[in-house]
């Protein structure tokens, strides 16, 4: 065979990039449960909200002032965002994967307008499917190459990637990286600290930053969901086109569920909203997340049911829909274990579930199957490389779902209020917000015990508010518990916790649906400033505040902090807008 040089070989990389990137991006699934309804990533893609920190060195502990800008571009093209190391963090669901994919078809695609137009190489690697046994080159080969091509060898692409004018790197999910935090001396832990690839630059996404990270030459991103300008483009562009009468539809049911208004935020599930929405003739009401998540699995198992021409298997198929016992702890263990696991052996889980149960939650789309590469050290051979699938849940909040049923069995099981202390320690609230919501929903009498729990906890309280929403399944049976809530002084200060400012912020929706006098809103050191749309204030936590009809005072105080005309001028705007306002402090 003709010896190849660098430059041939760096063709073949980037072919085989290519080639590799378009069978992901091509692959954009809405409703995991219609399987053969694929969309190529910039079909769907919309933007959502996205803030830069702006300060160098920027830690949880030390944050400077989150600054909104346009686009996902804003934050390799912005000059306040010069840096070889970056963070994009968010929540399960909001979209980090989907700009990862957006920038890999904007590479390859030669989009002009992409800040990677000029780049030779992208290297997009999705981390749960590494370990620290995995050099970083070894994982190009593996995952971006395929083992089977002789052409090019791991040490090749190091070689390769020393010859190019320009690198970017994309490392998707450290979060669902396996070795995560962990003293293992992983090339993946060595770049994020800027010990390998110092001078190429690296993008990281995960829901939460690392424990260890190279602090002084990272920028920090976040992404902070769907916004209504946001909405609206996803809906024309990905559902319905310019059918007006099929956009309001969506947008009514919306409305009419204002419980599932936080969750569809998340782009994730608003996406799924809208198609499940577009797709069905009757239009459905929720009361509570959980009756939400109770009739999309319904959805699942039924779409299956009626693609199903055995009819033999139907009745199998209702026992799976309604007996998940031993998965219920799969999901509970790999939650709320030491160390929390979301994907699993595909062989062992076949085992512990049994392989017609698994197959029908892996053809419903509940179960997404991932080829995963066995290394056991740098040195294996690609000949002695072996293959296995990993399987994980469609999303978290399904893990959660499941969870929340043997997290009913456990507290029924506890014998008093200090054994289950002991149980709920250990399940975090703020991590698992939706487990805690299933559980209530599921079950009124565990939930009762639980509430009382939350509401022991400091900060706990309004969460519990949540809760007996999902446990009553009405809005009226919290209207009191709102009512006194809001006849005194509501705070949201900028040390609470994410998970206590989203409760506040939810109970106050909630109260101006109802038309619920607000006597008073605080915002403490939460730097609000007003969207585009004129119609949020988006707080430092970058969760945002609506507007407000039945808010009667709101007071913003931020010791260190002038406002500019413009800023002003937007805050009286939105003010303006609560209709029963009397006083702006």
């Known amino acids: 065979m003709e010896r190849l040089t660098v430059q041939d070989k760096k063709s073949i990389l980037i072919n085989s990039l290519k080639s590799r990137y378009k069978l992901q991006y091509d692959a954009i699934q809405p409703i995991p449960y219609i399987k053969d309804r694929l969309y190529c990533v910039d079909k769907v893609f919309v933007e959502g909200g996205t803030e830069i920190n702006v300060v160098k060195g920027a830690t949880k502990e030390k944050e400077g002032p989150w600054v909104r800008v346009d686009s996902y571009k804003d ?86 990637i020393e010859s190019c004018s320009s690198v970017e790197v994309l490392l998707d999910g450290y979060d669902e990286f396996p ?43 976040r992404l902070v969901g769907f916004d209504e300008k946001a909405r609206d483009q996803y809906i024309r562009k990905a559902v319905t086109g310019e059918d007006e009468e099929s956009v309001a539809k969506i947008k009514r049911a919306l409305k009419s569920n204002p419980i599932l208004d ?98 029908h939650y892996n053809a419903v789309g509940i179960f997404v199957e991932e080829e995963v590469y066995n290394v056991t050290n740098e040195q294996t051979s690609t000949a002695d490389i072996q293959t ?5 849940f469609y999303h978290q909040l399904f893990c959660e779902w499941f969870a929340s049923f043997r997290l009913v069995e456990i507290v029924v099981a506890t014998r008093n209020a200090s054994e289950l202390k002991n149980v709920l320690d250990k399940v975090d609230p703020f991590n698992l917000q939706y487990l805690y919501r299933f559980t209530c929903g ?35 049976g919290i209207k009191d518990t709102v009512r006194d809530l809001c006849s005194k002084r509501v705070e949201i200060d900028d040390d609470n916790s994410k998970l206590l400012q989203r409760s506040t912020i939810q109970l106050l929706e909630i109260a101006s649906r109802l038309d619920i006098p607000i006597s008073c809103v605080w915002l403490r050191y939460c730097s609000p400033r007003v969207d585009e749309s004129g119609l949020n204030l988006i707080l430092e936590s970058g969760l945002s505040l609506s507007i407000l009809s039945s808010l009667q005072k709101l ?28 006083e702006l402090k």
């Open 75 to 160: 934050i390799f093209t912005d000059p306040r965002m010069n840096a070889k190391r970056r963070i994009i963090e968010a929540e399960a669901g909001y979209g980090k994967s989907t700009v990862a994919l957006q920038l890999a078809y904007d590479w390859c695609n030669g989009v002009k307008d992409s800040p990677f137009k000029d780049v030779e190489i992208l290297i997009l690697l999705r981390l749960r499917q590494l370990n620290s046994k995995i050099s970083i080159y070894q994982a190009i080969k593996l995952f971006l190459v395929g083992p089977k091509d002789p052409r090019i060898k791991s040490t090749d692409i190091k070689d390769i």
């Open 179 to 221: 070795d995560r935090d962990g003293d293992t001396g992983s090339d993946v832990g060595r770049i994020i600290t800027s010990n390998l690839f110092g001078n190429i630059d690296v993008t990281l996404t995960t829901r939460y930053l690392p424990k260890d990270y190279d602090k002084e030459n990272t920028k920090l991103v």
């Open 262 to 359: 936080a969750l569809c935020q998340v782009p994730l599930f608003f996406v799924m909203f809208s198609h499940m929405t577009h797709e069905k003739v009757l239009f459905m009401r929720f009361n509570s997340v959980t009756e939400f998540f109770r009739y999309m699995m319904k959805c699942f198992h039924s779409h299956k049911s009626n693609k199903s021409m055995d009819r033999n298997t139907r009745p199998h198929n209702v026992t799976y829909e309604l007996k998940f016992t031993e998965l219920s702890k799969v999901a509970f263990e790999g939650l709320c274990g030491e160390n929390q696991q979301l994907s699993w052996r595909k062989d062992g889980l076949c085992t512990r579930l049994g392989q017609g149960f698994y197959k």
């Open 388 to 392: 296995r699938t990993d399987v994980r």
């Open 442 to 476: 599921i079950s009124p009498a565990v939930g009762k015990r639980i509430i009382e729990y939350l509401k022991s906890r400091r900060d706990g309280d309004k969460f519990a508010i949540l809760c007996i929403l999902e446990q009553t399944g009405e809005v009226d």
């Open 555 to 582: 007071e913003i105080y931020d010791y260190d902090r002038r406002l500019t005309n413009e800023e002003f001028a937007a805050i009286l705007s939105y003010s303006s807008q609560c209709t029963s306002l009397k």
